[in-house]
T-cell receptor
Framework: NAGVMQNPRHLVRRRGQEARLRCSPMKGHSHVYWYRQLPEEGLKFMVYLQKENIIDESGMPKERFSAEFPKEGPSILRIQQVVRGDSAAYFC??????????????FGSGTRLTVV | ELKVEQNPLFLSMQEGKNYTIYCNYSTTSDRLYWYRQDPGKSLESLFV?????AVKQEGRLMASLDTKARLSTLHITAAVHDLSATYFC??????????????FGKGTHLIIQP
């Protein structure tokens, strides 16, 4: 029973390039959440998705960031024209299809994005 | 806006000692989560506290929840070096229907000296 799978683990991009981060939820989980963690800080919510729907994107920057969770395949967090300030660890979590998960959210290993 | 505050943010303690980490949150919630994070690693779920008065224990860690005071505590008993890590508390936030995700505290960086 694989957990939440994120790839790549590490990603280096030059300023102005695009970054694509992937997240495959746990089997049986249909809800995906993306968080960003800056160095020495806590995690900040970015977006909550269900299959083919963005439920809450209140934590997403207004420009350059987008997320999707298609009917087939992983959820993708896309950052266009990356800047140095985008360097962070990006974590994905998933939960089963209940209103508030009784057993908590399961987190992936994260993608560490470095913009040079 | 939901706010989650942890204290202390940094804690250095000796092995064998006891200590408590506090987590306050600003709006009504009956679910609170504690996670552990080792450097460069992901978050490991420690406890999910689901109701007022909930108390859970795992080894040297014990967590409790007082929803009326909007306070959770993580108590460490007879600390050992392996418990050195960053500990986060988190609370579900809601907008409209069900929970939309978690709001995290800033974390408590715990260093246990031999």
């Amino acid at each position: 029973n694989a957990g939440v799978m994120q790839n790549p683990r590490h990603l280096v991009r030059r300023r102005g390039q695009e970054a694509r981060l992937r997240c495959s939820p746990m089997k049986g989980h249909s809800h995906v959440y993306w968080y960003r963690q800056l160095p020495e800080e806590g995690l900040k919510f970015m977006v909550y998705l269900q299959k083919e729907n963005i439920i809450d994107e209140s934590g997403m920057p207004k420009e350059r960031f987008s997320a999707e969770f298609p009917k087939e395949g992983p959820s993708i967090l896309r950052i266009q024209q990356v800047v140095r300030g985008d360097s962070a660890a990006y974590f994905c979590a998933s939960s089963p299809p209940v209103t508030a998960p009784k057993y908590g959210y399961t987190f992936g290993s994260g993608t560490r994005l470095t913009v040079v | 806006e939901l706010k989650v505050e942890q204290n202390p943010l940094f804690l250095s303690m000796q092995e064998g000692k006891n200590y408590t980490i506090y987590c306050n949150y600003s709006t009504t919630s009956d679910r609170l989560y504690w996670y552990r994070q080792d450097p460069g690693k992901s978050l490991e779920s420690l406890f999910v506290l689901l109701s007022n008065g909930a108390v859970k224990q795992e080894g040297r860690l014990m967590a409790s929840l007082d929803t009326k005071a909007r306070l959770s505590t993580l108590h460490i008993t007879a600390a050992v070096h392996d418990l050195s890590a960053t500990y986060f508390c988190a609370v579900d936030f809601y907008s409209g229907g069900g929970a939309d995700g978690l709001t995290f505290g800033k974390g408590t960086h715990l260093i246990i000296q031999p």
